[in-house]
């Protein structure tokens, strides 16, 4: 009796430990991702709404992959896709999808980030405007990042199931 | 009246053999100014183009053996210079950044600026960018800019680099002490300043369309 008492107060504790690393999870990569998109909103001490995109087009250009209209395009919505999810995932609304879409968006750059390492490119990554380190550097973080929003997107996953079966 | 005349006459003989004299010493002392004074003095505006005016300054720390650079130059601040300095639009100033993996940058910065204080700056820059294949290989600079630029140009320009040194590298020095002042590390490293803010521009080289469009818009901003 006690043994089983104490496996079934052990489970809720296991749970709310994991949901709080998730809860954290998830509102560390959103505060990242509204500080990526602040970076290259704000910087020289002030803010660049109307023409972030030019320096920022530079920055991805210089990572010698896309064709320029792709370019110019993702220079316009990257900071902005990157502030909306960002506060998504502060405010914890639609995270297993928003998890998903981060993943995906991580899964992206460090293709770019291991292509510039790899051809030796000696680039700013842009990944946080004008504060950026080296590619190399930018990679690991990208991978720690990753490794967060895909633990968050599971973790949605799992206790969306978990509510649906309960009801 | 007679006497008069002859001394108006004296007068006017005197002042006309002095005043070119007196200007040529002027165009002497600048020229000297230029090829001998101490070592403090400043070459960036021989290794600039256009007017110091220009409501855009743009500045690039390069390196004559980096690669980029080349691509840099031959690319985007050619077509850069064609295209906003006669307009009057865009001031655009060399600072030489020569990095110690390049084994021969140092030399052809040296010899860049010896054709700054010569005149020739800009053809000896097309020279070292286009042919970068040919001396970075050899390390025969010299070689190189004497079969582009013409011999006088040339003799100038070796008896500068000869004669010249210690201001030359006081030149290259105090560029490079500018650019690690603002963390330049690698090159091409590309400031642009618009109504007195400094905006650095992402490393690595700027494709020209892009930058254009920046400039357009700062231009527009007037």
Known sequence: MSQASSIAMERPRTRSKVGFFLIAARIVLGLVFVYAAYAKLHFNGTWHLRDYYFLFAMGIDSYRM????????????LPWLELGLGALLVVGAGVRWVGLVVSALLVIFMVALAHAALGGLEINCGCFGNSSVKPSRELMLDAGLLALALAVSVGGFLSHRARKSQA | ??????????????????LPALLGAGSRQSSLGTKSAAPAQDLTALKSAGSREAPITIEVFSDYQCPQCRVFYLDTARQLMQTYIPAGKVYYVHRDFPLSMHSHSREAARWANAAAMAGVFQSTEETLYSKQDQWGSTGKIEDTLASALSPADMKKVRAIEATQGAQIDAAIARDMALGESRGVNGTPSIYVFHKGQMTPLPPGGVNYSLLKQYIDYLLQQR
Request: proline letters at 3%.
């Open chain 2, 1 to 18: 009246m007679n006497r008069f005349c002859v001394k108006v006459l004296v007068l006017i003989a005197l002042g006309g053999s002095l």
């Open chain 1, 66 to 77: 896309l064709p320029l209209v792709i370019v110019e395009w993702m220079a316009r919505i």
